[in-house]
């Protein structure tokens, strides 16, 4: 019974892996690609948020299964990772576009500067 659980835990490490790398991968080819500094940004922080995390996952499963470790400083990693990743590329974004980084538009508005525009005639 054992070999079957050690097995299927190996399984899922390789497949964490796999996913990982894969996410890594499509970020670094997103920051690649991507026309401009909001797009780049978006590829950037959400693919590697997630590849980061399987990667992590992964750690974890092998951990667990090959050394019957619990490993709380890789849940607090994923946590930490899950958490401030998107939250600091937000803050990027907003900071570019509030000095004047304009997005790449084509066949589509700037729609922060269209809510920012409308709140303001509100204000008025």
């Known amino acids: 019974m054992t070999e079957i659980v050690s097995i299927i835990a190996n399984i899922l490490v390789i497949l964490f892996l796999l996913a990982g ?10 920051v690649v690609r991507f026309p401009d ?5 978006h590829a950037s922080s959400k693919a590697s948020t997630l590849g980061v995390s399987c990667i992590l996952v992964a750690g974890f499963i092998y951990l667990y299964s090959a050394h019957a470790i619990v490993s709380g400083k890789m849940l607090l990693a994923i946590l930490f990772i899950m958490l401030t990743n998107p939250v600091s590329a937000h803050m990027l974004g907003r900071a570019a576009h509030a000095s ?12 922060y500067a269209d809510a920012m525009k409308n709140q303001r005639m509100k204000s008025e």
């Open 21 to 30: 790398a894969f996410f890594i991968v499509s970020a670094a080819v997103g």
């Open 37 to 41: 500094l909001y797009t780049r940004l």
């Open 100 to 111: 004047g980084i304009k997005p790449f538009t084509k066949n589509r508005s700037d729609a």
